[in-house]
């Protein structure tokens, strides 16, 4: 067994862009950061035999990125015929506008904000743009407006930053909220046990190849923390960024902001349950 083999989902190693699965490509955008990990992955989709394509993420506002999407679309024979987006954090939506106007496509979002054209993406919708089936996922948590893309024929699930492929996910209070984020992570259980998804398409980091071994350890590490947490409430500490100090002293200081909004999250998740 590899190194990477052992670690939560099977990452896979090697070059992050190129081919996924039988549907999926993806386009690396030059946004590396603690937070982004290494660049937003922007996914192209499309049935083999067909020569339209689906765009998910466009990523960042960067001239240079939406037209490689474009020209690797090309060289694939495809022509980009939608834009979707899994929600609207700027290192996956910022690129969209301008990515539509170069493609000529609507983007399709849940929010009414993002949208370009008249419709917009929600629970049962399926995208079948050049014969496509893939079934719209509504997942909050992360964000109030976070979606997945379920694709059947390719057991797979694009899932923006509910499951990154390398490290865990804010829960970006006060938008996001613990609760629905846990709920999230229930039914993306689901389909990985009931409904044959066995490879995560992630919005940063390495595709993984066990998604409910991925999503299991999501599941697990959220319980962990979120026990911490209330352990540290217990023990006197009161303020979010004292809970933080305690709970992710472990955890590079540049990534404490970001933890303190998912300390906000539990925190208010604790409070309504009646726990703290």
């Not at 190194?3 to 549907?23: H, I, K, M, N, Y």
């Not at 399709?108 to 949208?115: C, Q, S």
């Not at 540290?232 to 303190?260: F, K, Q």
Request: hydrophobic share 40%.
């Amino acid at each position: 067994m590899t190194e990477a083999a052992a670690l939560p989902g099977q990452p896979r190693g090697g070059v992050l862009s190129g081919p996924a699965t039988t549907r999926t490509v993806n386009v690396l955008a030059p946004n590396p950061s603690a937070m982004t990990l290494d660049g937003t992955n922007t996914w192209i989709v499309a049935e083999p035999d067909s020569d339209l394509a689906v765009v998910i993420d466009p990523g960042p506002l960067d001239d240079a990125h939406l037209r490689n999407v474009i020209a690797t679309a090309e060289q694939m024979g495809k022509r980009v015929a939608l834009t979707l987006l899994t929600h609207g954090h700027p290192d996956h939506a910022e690129g969209a506008a301008r990515f539509a106007e170069l493609t000529r496509t609507h983007v399709r979002a849940l929010d009414p904000a993002l949208r370009l054209g008249d419709e917009g993406l929600g629970t049962g919708d399926v995208i079948t743009t050049g014969g496509l089936e893939m079934w719209v996922v509504p997942t909050p948590g992360h964000t109030a407006d976070s979606l997945c893309f379920h694709l059947p024929a390719d057991g797979a699930v694009l899932t923006g930053d509910t499951v990154l492929g390398r490290g865990t996910t804010v829960v970006a209070h006060p938008d996001g909220r613990l609760g629905d984020y846990l709920d999230s992570l229930r039914r993306l259980r689901s389909l990985a046990v009931d409904d044959g998804v066995r490879i995560v398409l992630p919005g940063h980091g390495p595709v993984l190849d066990d998604a409910q071994g991925a999503i299991e350890f999501y599941l697990a590490h959220r319980a962990h923390r979120l026990a911490q947490v209330e352990t540290a409430v217990e023990n006197g500490l009161t303020t979010a960024a004292d809970v933080v100090a305690r709970v992710y002293a472990d955890v590079d200081r540049s990534l404490w902001p970001a933890a303190e909004l998912s300390v906000r999250a539990q925190l208010e998740y604790l409070s309504e349950h009646g726990l703290i």
